[in-house]
């Protein structure tokens, strides 16, 4: 099992920025993905940010050049920094970890840019 902890998530205003972070522990495969997935209100849980498993990163369209994801050395914490932050980047961020044959889920933590 693995045990995915996100923190950071609270209220700002649009333009001003936040980091969050998720700590994995557990059994965790040797190649595995990690990264940040959102879910606004009324919508389905969509991509933010990812490292795949061969260590490349992969960007929403609406996050590129305000979000960036990065990771510790031992690769199993991961922060997305989210700058310049707009209402419709609203909801709840969770963390995944995912290899070939496990996808393991944080329990979220929620972002709310509101004037």
């Known amino acids: 099992q693995v045990q995915l902890v996100e923190s950071g998530g609270g209220l700002v205003q649009p333009g001003e920025s936040l980091r969050l972070s998720c700590a994995a522990s557990?059994?965790?495969?040797?190649?595995?993905?990690m990264g940040w997935y959102r879910e606004a209100p009324g919508k389905e849980r969509e991509l933010v940010a990812r490292?795949?498993?061969?260590?490349?990163?992969n960007y929403a369209t609406s996050v590129k050049g305000r979000f960036t994801i990065s990771r510790d050395n031992a690769k199993t914490t991961v922060y997305l920094q989210m700058n310049n932050l707009k209402p419709e980047d609203t909801g709840v961020y969770y963390c995944?970890?995912?290899?070939?044959?496990?996808?393991?889920w944080g329990k979220g933590t929620l972002v709310t840019v509101s004037s």
């Open positions: 995944n970890l995912r290899s070939v044959s496990t996808n393991y």
């Open positions: 557990g059994s965790i495969f040797s190649r595995y993905g």
């Open positions: 490292f795949t498993s061969s260590g490349s990163t």
